[in-house]
C-alpha cells in the first residue's frame, strides 16, 4: 500500500514562498509520475506540476510556470515543490498523487493520494 502525506503550507502574503512536501510511503519503486494538483473552492481539481521518474522531467501548467518548482529526493521518499511570487490566485488545497501508469494532467492517471494541505495567499 502506498501512501503519500503532504506537509508544509499554510498562510503567505501575496509574493511570499512557501514550501510543500510529500512523503510516499510503501512504494518499492518510485512512481512513474507524480505531482502536485490543487484545487480551490468552486472549481475543479487542477493539475500544478509533474515529475517523471525517468529523467526527472518535469512539466508545469502555464499558472506557476516561473513561480514553482517541483523535484524529488529519492533517499528520503519525498515529493517537493517550492512556491516563490505566490498570487492570491493559488489558493487552493494542494494534493500530491503518485501514479505508475501514463504521465498527464489527468487526476485519474494518478492512483495514490494525500489528504491534501492548505495554501492561503492574502493580498
Known amino acids: 500500500q502506498v501512501l503519500l502525506a503532504e506537509s508544509g503550507g499554510g498562510s503567505v502574503q501575496a509574493g511570499g514562498s512557501l514550501s510543500l512536501s510529500c512523503a510516499i510511503s510503501?512504494?518499492?519503486?518510485?512512481?512513474?509520475?507524480a505531482g502536485w494538483f490543487r484545487q480551490a473552492p468552486g472549481k475543479e481539481r487542477e493539475g500544478v506540476a509533474r515529475i517523471r521518474r525517468i529523467g526527472d522531467l518535469t512539466e508545469y501548467t502555464d499558472a506557476v510556470k516561473g513561480r514553482f518548482a517541483i523535484s524529488r529526493d529519492v533517499a528520503k521518499n519525498t515529493l517537493l515543490l517550492q512556491m516563490s511570487d505566490l498570487k492570491p490566485t493559488d489558493t487552493a488545497t494542494y494534493y500530491c498523487a503518485a501514479g505508475y501508469d501514463a504521465c498527464s494532467w489527468a487526476p485519474d492517471n494518478y492512483k495514490y493520494w494525500g489528504q491534501g494541505i492548505q495554501v492561503t495567499v492574502g493580498t
Open positions: 510503501g512504494a518499492t519503486v518510485w512512481p512513474l509520475c
